[in-house]
């Protein structure tokens, strides 16, 4: 059973038992008190009648002499007056202190002992009608007789039954103009519980950058404040995730990418040493050319993992020999040199810059590699260093160039010029990714002019220290 109907079935079964047991208890109140002003009422004409008649039986007394005729006299008199008002009189001597009386050809016979000095009623049912008795002593020569006053108030009974027939009839139509009004009241203090629960279930199916749109102040609206911002601090740890996998994959293929360079060099060497007549000497220079590999590969792959995984901004920073630097990186890039029979012309002073020279060495192959892929067989690249305060790096080749429109996406993870074409500087994937990256992180800015068919110019400056 959903909410909202608990909440109206029971506020409803609350509001009809108080409502109703309202309604009778308004009904018996107004019953009752009927009932009290037509007692205070019989009791006043009870007492009025008795001092009327007892003076009037003195009167007839002195004429007449008999008692007994006396009275028959005044209550044959005062019995037509008062019946034609509704009331029945009675004179009964004290002995007889049980009252037998009729109205309207009904009997009554209850036992009706006032007390001297006070009166004393009752009342009772006779025959689908109500009766009010009221019994009392008598003054003077009849002290030893009790005046019976006897008044239908069945009008009393009808108006009360009258009564309660409107009140349950008002009480249905109140009823159904509260169900009315507590149904729609429901229906709208429900209303930000079905958003939070729509809310959720597209959250669950997988929209998760949906809210619930709650207005207002009170417990509801802040809870749907809580769960928008629970919602706010999920979606983040989704993206925290997402990011850190995203970074786990693209250091996999950083590494796998980067790690193409060295691993041709070792396999060169490997190569040398397993088919040249070399002498020990070359055999030695090749081993330690194969184990500074080995050990730049584990630098590199550190460093990588650093910058993907950890997403570090800082670095610590050593001192760099830009010259002895470009000779390894020269030496490193011997066989693809060769192998696309490109010439590099290195012009380098004894600049210095400061960062991490693994990732500096890095960076300079990667750049180099894409000129030398971009350049035609017999081709040339100009390597330039150049600028003290400001150190800039400027690399040029005389390959097939780029518009525009691609030099503005180069930097961009995994994309490509031509797809059909080998990775090149027109064709940056991976390589251009993580040069941008290593840029930043040492603070440096790289820049890119190209014209299609001419070449390309790449620069580098380091302009803090």
Not at 211 to 223: M, S, V
Not at 245 to 259: G, P
Not at 327 to 333: H, T
């Amino acid at each position: 059973m959903k909410l909202w109907l608990k909440i109206f079935i029971v506020t409803l079964i609350l509001f009809l038992a108080a409502f109703y047991a309202g309604i009778f208890f308004l009904s018996n109140i107004v019953y009752k008190t009927s009932l009290d002003n037509a007692r205070a009422q019989a009791f006043a004409q009870h007492n009025f009648v008795a001092n009327l008649l007892a003076s009037n039986l003195a009167m007839i007394l002195e004429r007449e002499r008999d008692m007994d005729k006396a009275r028959d006299v005044a209550m044959d008199y005062y019995a037509k007056y008062y019946e034609k008002r509704g009331v029945r009189l009675e004179l009964l001597p004290q002995k007889d202190v049980t009252v037998r009386g009729s109205l309207g050809g009904a009997r009554v016979q209850e036992q009706l002992t006032p007390e001297f000095g006070r009166r004393q009623s009752l009342i009772v049912s006779q025959d689908g009608h109500m009766v009010i008795y009221v019994s009392g002593y008598m003054a003077g020569h009849f002290s030893d007789h009790i005046l019976i006053y006897s008044q239908d108030i069945t009008d009393i009974a009808q108006a009360q039954h009258a009564l309660t027939n409107r009140l349950i009839f008002s009480g249905v139509i109140v009823t159904l103009l509260f169900l009315a009004v507590l149904y729609l009241l429901l229906n709208r203090l429900m209303k930000p519980v079905r958003v939070l629960q729509q809310t959720s279930e597209q959250i669950a199916a997988g929209a998760y950058d949906v809210r619930a749109d709650i207005k207002g102040n009170d417990e509801i609206a802040l809870l749907g404040l809580r769960f928008n911002s629970m919602a706010d601090e999920i979606l983040s740890r989704m993206d925290e995730e997402r990011q850190n996998a995203l970074a786990k994959q693209q250091f996999i293929d950083n590494l796998a990418h980067e790690l193409r360079t060295p691993l041709t060099t070792i396999y060169g060497y490997a190569e040398f040493l397993q088919r040249a007549k070399a002498s020990d000497d070359d055999r030695i220079s090749a081993t330690d050319h194969i184990m500074q590999q080995v050990q730049r590969m584990q630098a590199l792959s550190a460093k990588l993992l650093e910058l993907s995984i950890t997403r570090r901004t800082d670095i610590d920073k050593e001192e760099i020999h830009l010259a002895s630097c470009l000779e390894r990186v020269c030496e490193m890039l011997l066989p693809s040199l060769g192998q696309e029979q490109v010439k590099l012309a290195i012009s380098c002073g004894d600049q210095i810059v400061y960062g991490s020279e693994v990732l500096i060495e890095q960076l300079l192959i990667n750049l180099l590699d894409n000129a030398v892929k971009a350049s035609p067989k017999g081709g040339r690249i100009s390597l330039k260093v150049f600028g003290e305060d400001a150190v800039v790096i400027e690399i040029a080749d005389q390959g097939r160039g780029m518009a525009p429109q691609q030099i503005e996406r180069i930097f961009e993870p995994f994309y490509r010029v031509d797809a059909a074409r080998s990775r090149a500087l027109g064709g940056a994937g991976l390589g251009l990714s993580l040069c941008k990256q290593i840029a930043d992180v040492h603070n440096a800015r790289i820049d890119v002019v190209s014209r299609v068919g001419e070449g390309t110019t790449v620069t580098l400056c380091f302009t803090t220290p």
